[in-house]
T-cell receptor, first 113, second 113 residues
Framework: DVKVTQSSRYLVKRTGEKVFLECVQDMDHENMFWYRQDPGLGLRLIYFSYDVKMKEKGDIPEGYSVSREKKERFSLILESASTNQTSMYLC????????????FGEGSRLTVL | GESVGLHLPTLSVQEGDNSIINCAYSNSASDYFIWYKQESGKGPQFIIDIRSNMDKRQGQRVTVLLNKTVKHLSLQIAATQPGDSAVYFCAENSGGSNYKLTFGKGTLLTVNP
């Protein structure tokens, strides 16, 4: 079975803390994504990466950074967490083949107090 | 159908009935559309896709219809089952890439036994 694994399902952090969200995929996919999901707003793209060490901003990159040092791993970093970053974070991956079939992880629910 | 507000549209059907979930997409230049299903506590899962050179595509118990004239997409689920209860998202490649998708806000489908 193909798999996208997010390291933490639930996190609680305090305002100003640095937060790392890790995502690993075992499908040798080139493209990886970080979305946040909020009630009534759907999924919004934060950052994506189409190759190791490559990254591009999505629709809402402010307050976030990413790291892709290895093909299978894509990390989302909140340098200084704020309460408005309380959300569900979803990682996804897809190959370079002509498809929109993104494979999603189970999500990481972050609460910032 | 999809909503631009904070309220998630809902659809409630009886088991065995057919369901129709609607989506109004935003970008007339989009040429690729996907439906995803998200069950409670899980990440979204690909259901079916359609390209703009088609107006209908069928899968197993699901059919997607595309009306480019009015920028409307629908997902039809035949003989709806309790396991179909989930939030359904449409997505379009409004960024010009098959991978950089813009998601709708979702519709909650509830199947009553």
């Amino acid at each position: 079975d193909v798999k996208v694994t997010q390291s933490s399902r639930y996190l609680v952090k305090r305002t100003g803390e640095k937060v790392f969200l890790e995502c690993v995929q075992d499908m040798d996919h080139e493209n990886m994504f970080w979305y946040r999901q909020d009630p009534g707003l759907g999924l919004r793209l934060i950052y994506f990466s189409y190759d190791v060490k490559m990254k591009e901003k999505g629709d809402i990159p402010e307050g976030y950074s990413v790291s892709r040092e290895k093909k299978e791993r894509f990390s989302l970093i909140l340098e200084s967490a704020s309460t408005n970053q309380t959300s569900m974070y979803l990682c996804a991956s897809v190959s370079f083949e002509y498809t929109g079939e993104l494979f999603f992880g189970e999500g990481s629910r972050l609460t910032v107090l | 159908g999809e909503s631009v507000g904070l309220h998630l549209p809902t659809l409630s059907v009886q088991e065995g009935d057919n369901s129709i979930i609607n989506c109004a997409y935003s970008n007339s230049a989009s040429d690729y559309f996907i439906w995803y299903k998200q069950e409670s506590g899980k990440g979204p899962q690909f259901i079916i896709d359609i390209r703009s050179n088609m107006d209908k595509r069928q899968g197993q118990r699901v059919t997607v219809l595309l009306n480019k004239t009015v920028k409307h997409l629908s997902l039809q689920i035949a003989a709806t089952q309790p396991g179909d209860s989930a939030v359904y998202f449409c997505a379009e490649n409004s960024g010009g890439s098959n991978y950089k998708l813009t998601f709708g806000k979702g519709t909650l489908l509830t199947v009553n036994p």
